[in-house]
T-cell receptor, first 118, second 109 residues
Framework: GAVVSQHPSWVICKSGTSVKIECRSLDFQATTMFWYRQFPKQSLMLMATSNEGSKATYEQGVEKDKFLINHASLTLSTLTVTSAHPEDSSFYIC??????????????FGPGTRLTVT | GQNIDQPTEMTATEGAIVQINCTYQTSGFNGLFWYQQHAGEAPTFLSYNVLDGLEEKGRFSSFLSRSKGYSYLLLKELQMKDSASYLCAVMDSNYQLIWGAGTKLIIKP
């Protein structure tokens, strides 16, 4: 149980284009999902917290107009990188909390999406 | 500020025991997590400690001392597949996870 999927697993796009990454909780409902990015040999950096039906909360320094987050249902959150640039190339990981197990605060991670902007 | 410290890299021998330490300074404390992350993959949950003491789960154990702001992850009977990064993360007073930079563990035959 507690499986989170991400799609696509990797994507290459040209500079200036937009890329959408999907994060789904497959066997549980997630009122809260998190989006992280990770550069090589560095730790996870939280970008934003996504709550179903409301606006995402972005961390300081993360441009909300560049990284659009939509959490339209209890099982799906999307991250859209708009007007991507080479410096946006990174490993993007989502995680989700099980609504039924909110008290444990455990986060279940997706497999990650590797974005390369050329 | 909030800070999580763990060694950057450790090396151990297959079959041996290794202890990965983590010290933290955070605004509030609502538990400490250990995650394992293989290269190019997402983190997988290993343990969660919110009370002082040792939690044992198979070959892996995790210890917490809240008064010292200290935790360790103990891995026994090391296997080659244990080669990975081990991430320490603390949940602060806002229930936000603060992540350490991770410890890369290299297992040698």
């Amino acid at each position: 149980g507690a499986v989170v999927s991400q799609h696509p697993s990797w994507v290459i796009c040209k500079s200036g284009t937009s890329v959408k990454i999907e994060c789904r909780s497959l066997d549980f409902q997630a009122t809260t999902m998190f989006w992280y990015r990770q550069f090589p040999k560095q730790s996870l950096m939280l970008m934003a917290t996504s709550n179903e039906g409301s606006k995402a909360t972005y961390e300081q320094g993360v441009e909300k107009d560049k990284f659009l987050i939509n959490h339209a249902s209890l099982t799906l959150s999307t991250l859209t990188v708009t007007s991507a640039h080479p410096e946006d190339s990174s490993f993007y990981i989502c995680s989700a909390r099980d609504q039924e197990r909110e008290g444990t605060y455990e986060q279940y991670f997706g497999p990650g999406t590797r974005l390369t902007v050329t | 500020g909030q800070n999580i410290d763990q060694p950057t890299e450790m090396t151990a021998t297959e079959g041996a025991i290794v202890q990965i330490n983590c010290t933290y300074q955070t605004s509030g404390f609502n538990g400490l997590f250990w995650y394992q992350q293989h290269a190019g993959e997402a983190p997988t949950f290993l343990s969660y400690n919110v009370l002082d003491g040792l939690e044992e789960k198979g070959r892996f154990s995790s210890f917490l001392s809240r008064s010292k702001g200290y935790s360790y992850l103990l891995l026994k009977e090391l296997q080659m597949k244990d080669s990975a990064s081990y991430l320490c993360a603390v949940m602060d007073s806002n229930y936000q996870l603060i992540w350490g930079a991770g410890t890369k563990l290299i297992i040698k035959p």
